[in-house]
């Protein structure tokens, strides 16, 4: 695997390819990824069903084994990475331990990195603070709503002070109300931590409104088509979104999505 | 405000049949009902043939009424009547000294110490076979069919077999019937345990891959709180056979006591009474048994979060 020094880097990908074999031949889910990822970005993967976007997390976070090209993660092999824990993922579904409560669901990460107990407290304590779950220790996941329960997941996976978070559809499955409002805490979260996020969508304005960059992937076989630099300051209310500058973005993640499209 | 219905109105106004009939209480006594009332029938039917011989061997004269009394107050029925093994059944377990070799409950405890000695061998056997079926793929593919054959031969063959084999070797006792006992119990567990071990989502797992846990973390943090359901479920379905194991086990081993040696000596002297409450007796245990760890499972799983 190569290994780049340039420590600003966090990911970067290189012809990354991924072949899988079925039964029905083989499925090109990734083909020809350049990609680079700096620190502290909020980078959106963005494409129809089927594009790759998942599967790139996947590899990232050493889920999935690349079948040409390279990637490093932290300048380091993604295997090598998920040895030292450099991620937290988030799962579409919340993914909660029914027998844990909250709070011993976000210290789960702390109990197998073998922190103290005080230490545990006082982290879980404090991710809980970060997506506004305090006083909710106790209850167990049932007894919160959809997106109560994928804040708590978020919370497990801030807990260990990962630099990098890996966030995969994590709002899919919420409704729009639910989404804006967890959307607008993401981005404060992100600008008080100033974590390097990845996240992966299918929604054009939940793409726009939360990323410093918008990657635009076309599928069969999964590749990149455009890679946008947003040009929307750092500070985000809900109302940019009605801004010309925000829908010329999203104009352009459409359009790129299309072009990808056409190619069917 | 009065045309406001009003909730439990209408369980206050009709009255104490309508909620009995909305409990399970009603129909397990109209069940109960039922089998006593063909058992009654059956009991007639099937003594009447014994009990015409005795009228025949008899001074002429009787009428229905003696011959009905008559099929239900023999002293070895083909088939006793309820009231005949409920009378037993009160004479060796309220009538005798808890020591005495004629009172039931010290027979049922013989019987239910090799259970327990069996089923909790059988258990803790069944989880480790399970752990070792999941986390090596030889294990599972070279125990499962053993495991699988192994029920497939007769305990009633086998049985006789390790009991003679382990008394020529000095084991007696409670031990021989106890491993019987495990033989039964350890395949619901082995069976169960696998599926539960192997519930968990890939969600799940993934996520434990993400935190670079080691095997056995992943093991008591998410297989085993996974599995816990299903243990209980096959914990209820091995304690039966655990009881059963234990019976058969007491068969071959005569006067050693027990409900299986009473059954056996219930058959040999034709006491069909006898024979009739030890069986009581043991579905009795069977069900309290189960009972039991259904009392353990509904604290653990309240315990561990289960929606009420």
């Known amino acids: 695997m190569l290994i780049k020094p340039i420590s600003d880097t966090v990911i970067s990908a290189s012809r990354l390819g991924l072949t899988f074999e079925t039964n029905d031949g083989p499925v090109h889910a990734l083909s020809d990824v350049d990609l680079d990822i700096a620190k502290g970005e909020f980078v959106s993967f963005i494409g129809p069903s089927g594009c790759g976007k998942t599967t790139f997390l996947r590899v990232i976070a050493d889920l999935e084994q690349p079948t040409s090209g390279t990637i490093s993660v932290n300048g380091m092999t993604p295997e090598e990475a998920r040895r030292s824990r450099a991620y937290g993922y988030v799962f579409q579904a919340a993914a909660l331990y029914p027998w844990r409560t909250i709070e011993r669901n976000v210290a789960l990460p702390l109990e197998i990195m073998g922190h103290s107990r005080a230490e545990r407290q006082a982290r879980v304590a404090r991710t809980l603070d970060l997506v506004n779950l305090t006083g909710f220790e106790k209850k167990y ?50 600008a008080r931590t100033s974590k390097t996020i990845c996240f992966v969508t299918h929604s054009i304005p939940e793409a726009v409104y939360l990323s410093t960059k918008i990657v635009v992937m076309s599928p069969r076989p999964g590749r990149v088509t455009d890679v946008i630099e947003s040009t929307l300051p750092k500070e985000r209310p809900l109302d940019i979104r009605e801004t010309p500058e925000f829908l010329a973005i999203a104009a352009r993640v459409r359009e790129g999505l299309r072009a990808g499209h056409s190619y069917e | 405000m009065s045309a406001i219905a009003v909730p439990g109105g209408a369980i206050g106004r009709s009255g104490i049949w309508t909620r009995m009939s909305q409990g399970t209480a009603v129909p397990v006594l109209i069940v109960v009902m039922a089998i006593l009332a063909v058992w009654y029938l ?48 009160w004479n060796t377990v309220i009538g005798q000294h808890v020591t005495s ?23 803790v056997l069944g989880i480790l076979l399970a752990v070792l079926i999941v986390h090596n793929r030889a294990m599972d593919r070279s125990l499962m069919p053993w495991i699988i054959a192994s029920q497939t031969i007769p305990i009633l063959a086998i049985a006789p077999m390790v009991v003679v084999v382990l008394a020529s070797i000095g084991m007696t006792g409670l031990v021989p019937k106890a491993l019987i006992s495990t033989y039964l119990s350890f395949f619901p567990v082995v069976v169960g345990m696998v599926k539960g071990f192997r519930s968990p989502d890939t969600i799940q797992l993934d996520l434990m891959r993400t935190y670079h846990a080691s095997q056995s973390q992943t093991f008591w943090k998410l297989r085993f709180p996974s599995a816990l359901p299903y243990l209980f479920t096959s914990m209820k379905v091995g304690v039966a056979a655990s009881l059963v194991g234990a019976i058969v086990g ?13 059954l056996l000596a219930g058959s040999y002297y034709g006491q069909t009474v006898q024979i009739w409450s030890a069986l009581l007796m043991a579905a009795a245990l069977s069900a309290m048994l189960i009972l039991a760890i259904g009392v353990v499972q509904r604290i653990v799983l309240a315990r561990t979060g289960a929606r009420p």
């Open chain 1, 141 to 190: 996941p049932w007894q919160l709503s959809g997106g109560m329960q994928q804040r708590a997941s978020i919370a497990r996976a801030l807990a260990f002070d990962a630099d990098l978070l890996l966030m995969d559809e994590p709002f899919g499955a919420l409704d729009e109300i639910v989404r804006d409002h967890l959307n607008e805490q993401l981005l404060q979260l992100w």
């Open chain 2, 42 to 89: 059956a009991a007639v039917w099937l003594n009447s043939a014994w009990q015409l011989q005795i009228f025949a061997r008899g001074e002429g004269d009787w009428t229905w009424v003696d011959f009905l009394a008559g099929t239900m107050s023999q002293d070895r029925p083909l088939l006793p009547a309820p009231h005949q093994i409920a009378v037993e059944l």
């Open chain 2, 101 to 123: 070799r004629r009172s039931l409950v010290y027979h049922a405890w013989i019987t239910l110490s090799a259970t327990l000695l069996g089923f909790v061998m059988g258990t």
């Open chain 2, 250 to 262: 007491e068969l071959p081993t005569g006067a050693a006591g027990g409900l299986g040696s009473r």
